[in-house]
């Protein structure tokens, strides 16, 4: 049985990752994990795959536990997985929520590395790992401090696993866009607003971006000319990157 495993599913940019991948790959079934598993129920009948909703807290004690089950339980070939799930929060380090925070190291970084490790034994030649990071892993980011460092991790993760899965034929690569208009926001305005954004992009537009360059043979997929600008300048200069980011932001 050949599937996709797509996380964070519910919306965004893990539900156009199941819309686009529906229609370009052909698919027994596609596993769509998330928390909200009403959301989940509405993919069905709107792919050309089976539709397997997993409704999940993937930062959930057992949670991943139960996904593994699963892949025991069916032994399905994954030719693709997601790691879509994650969010952001606006704020000053010191005045966010400490467990809030940590949720978010858990789900951002601790729930994609356990998501990739337990799916890899399912995972042969041709397969593809598309890992949510963004463009804020390419520098720190002030104020949004936590969540750039999750990015840079998943990034660099990803970069480095793609060359040791080389000899088995499996590609991984760094989805890494900038603002992408998603419920991301809602969640991540909480605390404090961002007041500066200089454009926001279309998650359908950043998907096929990543789609085309998986089959480019990339390990960073980055949307928008701009875009790769702003990630080379944060990369080269981090501290005149810092600065510009809080001036824009008024910080």
Aim: proline content about 4%; some cysteine; aromatic content about 8%.
């Amino acid at each position: 049985m050949k599937i996709a495993v797509i996380t964070g599913a519910s919306s965004g940019m893990g539900r156009e990752c199941a819309v686009q991948l529906d229609r370009l790959r052909k698919y027994d079934e596609i596993w769509v994990i998330a928390r909200r598993g009403d959301r989940l129920l509405s993919l069905t009948g709107a792919l050309r795959a089976k539709v397997r909703p997993v409704p999940l807290d993937l930062t959930a004690d057992g949670s991943v536990a139960e996904y593994a089950k699963l892949l025991a339980e069916h032994q399905p070939d994954v030719k693709t997985l997601v790691n879509a799930a994650g969010f952001g929060l606006f704020g000053n380090f010191a005045d966010l929520p400490l467990d809030e925070q940590l949720n978010m190291i858990d789900l951002n970084c601790k729930a994609l590395v356990a998501m990739t490790h337990v799916t890899l034994p399912y995972m042969n030649e041709g397969g593809e790992i598309y890992e949510f990071a963004s463009i804020a892993s390419m520098q720190p980011i002030p104020f949004l401090n936590i969540y750039a460092a999750t990015k840079a991790f998943v990034r660099s993760f990803t970069q480095a696993l793609n060359l040791e899965l080389r000899d088995r034929g499996i590609r991984a690569m760094a989805v890494c866009p900038c603002w992408v208009d998603t419920e991301f926001f809602d969640r991540a305005n909480q605390y404090a607003q961002i007041p500066y954004y200089s454009r926001i992009w279309n998650p359908r537009d950043v998907v096929r971006t990543a789609i085309r360059d998986m089959r480019k043979g990339k390990d960073v997929s980055i949307h928008g000319a701009s875009i790769k600008a702003q990630g080379l300048f944060g990369r080269v200069l981090p501290r005149l990157a810092m600065e510009v980011w809080t001036r824009q932001q008024n910080l």
